[in-house]
């Protein structure tokens, strides 16, 4: 079955010490998303890339960086975490359709970051 | 400034009634709605869309209504089953592929 993988599915880090999410996709989708979700709020876009182009959103601080090696990979690196920084993270892809819109995004099952 | 908002973080309804859960937005760009749901230790899934040309759109038990002039859209399941229990979130596009979540409600259905 086609589907968005991350790994791992739950990751404890130190403060301070670099972390790195993955998200893997047999879709073949061209875009691919991260998300931040803490506790009973939304989940927030961190930033996304469209093929290789990266686009970050203003908000997203300087602390968190991505990579997209391939189609099939994008990976979330957290230079210097802080205990801020615990939440659920989620993997997205999208694709551009020719015809009416359709903005649905495909999810993977999160990876959970833990900071201590 | 939270564009979509899900007033309600919790929902309790009965077997076999109607399940209505609401989002309200504030920005006027949107043109293009969803609702995802949530299982616990999964991500979120699709589960039903409405574009803004249109104020209705049905697959099933899923009904998604929009009303532009109150910026309002709700998710009526019916009827309601216990595997409808979850967190669902309503989520709101200005194109560019992006989507701007509210923050969930959390739906259970008792026997």
């Known amino acids: 079955d086609a589907m968005v993988i991350q790994n791992p599915r739950y990751q404890v880090t130190q403060f301070g010490k670099p972390v790195t999410l993955s998200c893997s996709q047999t879709?073949?989708?061209?875009?691919m998303y991260w998300y931040q979700q803490k506790s009973s709020q939304a989940p927030k876009l961190l930033f996304h890339?469209?093929?290789?182009?990266?686009?970050n959103e203003a908000d997203t601080p300087d602390n968190f960086q991505s990579r997209r090696p391939n189609t099939s990979f994008c990976f979330l690196d957290i230079r210097s975490p802080g205990l801020g920084d615990a939440a659920m993270y989620l993997c997205?892809?999208?694709?551009?359709?020719?015809?009416?819109?359709?903005?649905?995004?495909?999810f993977g099952p999160g990876t959970r970051l833990t900071v201590t | 400034d939270q564009q979509v908002k899900q007033n309600s973080p919790s929902l309790s309804v009965q077997e076999g009634r109607i399940s209505i859960l609401n989002c309200d937005y504030t920005?006027?760009?949107?043109?293009?709605f969803l609702w995802y749901k949530k299982y616990p230790a999964e991500g979120p899934t699709f589960l039903i869309s409405?574009?803004?040309?249109?104020d209705k759109n049905e697959d099933g038990r899923f009904t998604v209504f929009l009303n532009k002039s109150a910026k309002h859209l709700s998710l009526h399941i019916v009827p309601s089953q216990p595997g409808d229990s979850a967190v669902y979130f309503c989520?709101?596009?200005?194109?560019?592929?992006?989507?701007?979540f509210g923050q969930g409600t959390r739906l259970t259905i008792n026997p």
């Open positions: 409405i574009s803004s040309i249109k």
């Open positions: 920005n006027s760009m949107f043109d293009y």
């Open positions: 997205a892809t999208s694709t551009i359709l020719s015809g009416p819109a359709n903005y649905e995004q495909y």
């Open positions: 989520a709101a596009s200005a194109g560019a592929q992006k989507l701007v």
């Open positions: 879709l073949n989708h061209n875009v």
């Open positions: 890339y469209y093929d290789k182009d990266f686009n």
